[in-house]
């Protein structure tokens, strides 16, 4: 519909881009996420020409979330090996809020994916935060996408499972993985809530450890509690145990994760979450959008504002009335 | 200067909330953060009128955080003691945004302030998130700030320190109190970074258990690494010691809040931090209008946006470009 307003935008450098991620290259893709990453505001025609493509939507998006020192990296590389023995390729995002670092080789070293380093049908890719937690979620977003254009099964969202944020970055999944460890006391309790919800599927790791039963227990009881999936009252997730780095457990992982996301498709569950990440890209390019056309009159306007303010005869109420009033006008 | 845009807005209603929060009538002060809380739009004239009136800035802004089981309760409630016995007067808001709950009497059953329950000099308030988390900040800082009109000496916000959002609340303080205590593990260490940030004054409770000098020894070798205050380089962060449930080190620890809050205001720190908050305000409150104008036009645009995208003719981008285009329309 408004396809036409593309074209003209799209340098022969974006072009380029572009073909090289369709073209499953390699050192296109790697080359397209450091310019979603890096220029966020320039990069939204390149991101919009791949909606135009039609070609997204074959990857299946992985969530795999926990606390830190619970084996999320060990279980991912295991989880890896087996999605590589079946000849599906992947794309593993590794998303660190607390790093400062981005890009292809910085949080890769707290894994290094030992079972593919080298191998072509794996992509892996760092992001820290450079910078805002807004940025780190789009960029995480853009980068399911480019992986998904270039061509991989599946994509793996690696994330540390503690803040709101890092919550939302796994809601762009098709399906998530919660993974506890035994002994992580009661500070975990916190987000048993927030982590039931989002949960699909739940691994005890560090399985051979003191208390792991008592964990799958206690999962098992909140889940009981916990309301089912709107269209899948009788899809309870499983709760599944791992020794992640004897690769005990993995394989059942593997098979269940692909159970259930045959299960979830079938139901019409992966069509509802995809409406609404879909529904969440558009939110967050309005916001963005405004963001781009708020900030200079923002800068602008602030030393009149909080003087105004500070001597009583104005209020951030009236203050913000005023400044959408400037941003129409434009 | 826009101030005659505000009384048509106030109906005699709102100004008898308004005349009882500014008369420091207790249950006034109530009914009206029960106004800000239940009606975030319709509340904000009032809100803006407390600008007008110059009745804000007089209360000193604490923030007090730490993680769940840290004692952050008993050390407010002992600090409420401490504070009383000079004459001054606080409110404390409690705030637990994993609680659905609201209102004067939920999340108090968890405190109940034991020095202070019928204390006419101490107004407590606990705060749950009803429904999303970005409401809970915007309910946090009215509340502040009736509060601060009502007249007391300090406002104290207490709130579990775990995620950004939190952390957020947190910052519209003066000063903030960060609570850790012996024996949380190393996931702890997860949030160092931004704990290590938003703390003024550092506690370690539960000091008479294992471990709490090895706590005091991390907190002070990570003070050393981190970069002081902008205004004030040699105003290090102390690290003190407290057994709350004991009153064990917590006169010391009001004695250093004062203390400290002094200098603050004598290198210009307060003002800087109070600028800073208002230009929040400000920002909040352009978000807040912006969502005010975008939720109706979403809702009804939401089905025709995915089935365009859906079929390839149209992207988030374009979709986001369209939408404003409405609203700039109206």
Request: without cysteine.
């Amino acid at each position: 519909m408004y396809g036409n307003d593309l074209s003209p935008l799209l340098s022969q450098e974006v072009l380029d881009l572009l073909g090289g991620v369709m073209g499953g290259e390699r050192r296109g893709l790697a080359k397209a996420i450091s310019y979603v990453e890096n220029s966020p505001a320039h990069s939204r025609p390149l991101i919009a020409h791949l909606y135009h493509h039609q070609a997204l939507g074959k990857a299946l998006v992985v969530g795999i979330t926990g606390p830190p020192g619970g084996g999320k990296s060990t279980l991912t590389s295991f989880l890896v090996k087996h999605l590589r023995a079946t000849g599906a390729t992947v794309g593993v995002i590794l998303v660190d809020p607390s790093s400062p670092f981005t890009g292809g080789a910085f949080l890769g070293d707290r894994v290094r994916m030992a079972h593919s380093n080298s191998d072509p049908g794996v992509f892996i890719r760092s992001m820290g935060t450079r910078g805002h937690l807004g940025g780190l979620s789009l960029a995480t977003q853009d980068t399911v996408l480019l992986m998904d254009a270039y061509g991989v099964d599946f994509v793996f969202i690696e994330t540390v499972g503690i803040g709101q944020s890092e919550t939302d970055i796994v809601r762009t999944a098709d399906i998530t993985i919660v993974i506890t460890v035994p002994g992580l006391g009661d500070e975990i309790q916190v987000n048993k809530a927030g982590i039931m919800e989002i949960g699909d599927i739940f691994v005890v790791n560090k399985a051979d450890l003191d208390g792991a039963e008592r964990v799958v227990t206690e999962i098992n009881v909140m889940l009981d509690m916990a309301p089912r999936l709107g269209n899948a009252p009788n899809l309870r997730p499983p709760v599944l145990r791992t020794v992640a780095n004897r690769d005990r457990g993995v394989a059942e992982l593997w098979a269940t994760l692909q159970e259930r996301l045959q299960q979830f498709a079938e139901i019409g569950e992966l069509a509802l979450r995809r409406e609404r990440r879909l529904w969440q890209s558009v939110l967050g390019s309005v916001q963005f959008q405004i963001e781009q056309q708020l900030s200079p009159v923002l800068a602008q306007q602030r030393s009149g504002i909080l003087s105004r303010i500070a001597e009583g005869s104005s209020s951030p109420f009236e203050e913000a009335k005023h400044i959408l009033q400037i941003i129409e006008r434009k």
